[in-house]
């Protein structure tokens, strides 16, 4: 045992190019675990680190949609063993705080992850992407971030739930506690939006419309369960949805980009006591200004949801179980996989639209 110093993809500066550079990862300690990981996915929350657009606590090491096997523990953890597979989770509840102690560990607001941090080889700290850090062959977490699944799920496929298939899929059945017989639009058809899709069909809506821009991922989001599909850049989102919900607007609403004017046209494409729910994550610097006899008027609720508001001990084995028997396409969300020196011609390809997910495989 000991430090072990493996490849890592690190956003070194604001804005800059990411670059694979050596990265020292220690011997777990006291409620940590050391994970060998076997794939992990771009998901947009990697580009938002690296555009400095989450914090400037540089150097960041990437990468936080993981499935792996744990390769070793601390002396004190028992919820793992090296050998399993598992997904990891950027939400492990603590138990201790106040919304653990109000019974609602899925909001933990003094999440879980390792103590000592993972390193440049001179030392410098990294700041793990979601207190994960998987673009590595090997990344150090508390172990209650490893989440035991069903090894007979590729790791392409399972590492996904790790992030933004469960954020969308939670923004839509958690969060937004879509019931049988509801309609739902999904403003952004990537990742996360068409998991939000996915779990909307899942939990029997009645109609389920895709907005995008980008006629390919509308064409996607039919694949996932859309009803539904409107090109935003073809006319005014609001009306469309109106004109696909009988006039009304849709009971549930769900802003999978996460930008002011996204967010409006969620809030005005709902029905009266209808549901907002964002997921997509802004930019610091974006404010929003409406109407508030509108906020007050129409009722309903605006929430945010924070990784579908999940419970990753619960709810990834119930993700993983739709995956298996064929109601979840996970394996439609993986685009393409990749090696860790491509992860910057990845974001560049989910700029352009080509992917859902492209995966980083170990
Ligand atoms: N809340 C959470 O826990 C959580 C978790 C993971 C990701 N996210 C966030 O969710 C968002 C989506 O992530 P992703 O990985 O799916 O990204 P993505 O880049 O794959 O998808 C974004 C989609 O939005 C579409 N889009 C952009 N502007 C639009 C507009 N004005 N109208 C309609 N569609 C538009 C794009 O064409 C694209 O299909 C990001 O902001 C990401 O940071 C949040
Ligand atoms: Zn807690
Ligand atoms: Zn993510």
């Known amino acids: 045992m000991g430090a072990v110093t493996v490849r890592g993809v690190v956003a070194l500066a604001k804005g800059a190019r990411v670059s ?3 990265v020292v990862v220690p011997d ?38 993981a499935a792996g096997v744990v390769e070793s523990v601390g002396a004190d953890v028992t919820s793992v063993t090296p050998g399993d597979y598992v997904v990891i989770a950027w939400r492990a509840p603590c138990g201790g705080c106040r919304s653990c102690l109000r019974g609602r560990p899925w909001y933990c607001f003094d999440s879980r992850n390792a103590a000592q941090p993972m390193t440049l080889t001179d030392g410098t700290p990294l700041t793990a992407a979601l207190g994960i850090g998987a673009f590595a062959a090997q990344t150090l977490v ?20 790790g992030c933004g298939v469960m954020a969308g899929f939670g923004a839509a059945v958690n ?13 952004g058809c990537g990742g996360v939006g068409n998991a939000a899709i996915a779990g909307a069909s ?3 809506a009645r109609r389920v419309i895709a907005v995008d821009l980008d006629d390919r991922k509308l064409e996607w989001a039919r694949g996932f369960g859309a009803t539904h599909t409107v090109n935003a850049s073809a006319g005014d989102p609001v009306e469309a949805v109106r004109a696909l919900t009988d006039g009304f ?46 906020v007050f008027g129409r009722g309903g609720s605006l929430k945010s949801s924070w990784y579908g508001d999940c419970l990753p001990t619960r ?43 492209s995966v980083v495989v170990l």
């Open 28 to 65: 777990p300690g006291p409620g940590e675990a050391r994970v060998k990981v076997a794939a992990c996915g771009v998901c947009h929350t990697d580009l938002h680190y690296r555009e400095g657009a989450i914090n400037d606590e540089y150097p960041f090491l990437l990468g936080h949609e």
């Open 20 to 22: 694979l550079v050596d």
């Open 315 to 357: 709810d990834f084995p119930i993700l993983i179980d739709l995956y298996r028997s064929g109601r979840l396409d996970l394996d439609g969300f993986v685009s393409e996989t990749i090696g860790l020196d491509d992860v910057e011609e990845a974001f560049a390809k989910m700029g352009r639209g080509e992917v859902l997910r």
């Open 142 to 161: 508390a172990a209650g971030q490893c989440v035991k699944v069903d090894p007979a799920a590729r790791p392409e496929a399972a590492g996904l739930i």
């Open 202 to 204: 899942i939990a029997g």
């Open 249 to 294: 607007g849709a009971d549930l609403v769900i802003d999978a980009v996460g930008r002011p004017e996204t967010f409006r046209q969620a809030f005005f494409s709902r029905d009266l006591a209808g549901r907002v729910v964002l997921v997509g994550v802004p930019d610091p610097s974006m404010t929003l200004e409406l109407p508030l006899i509108e």
């Open 175 to 187: 969060t937004g506690a879509v019931t049988r017989g509801e309609t739902v639009a999904v403003i």
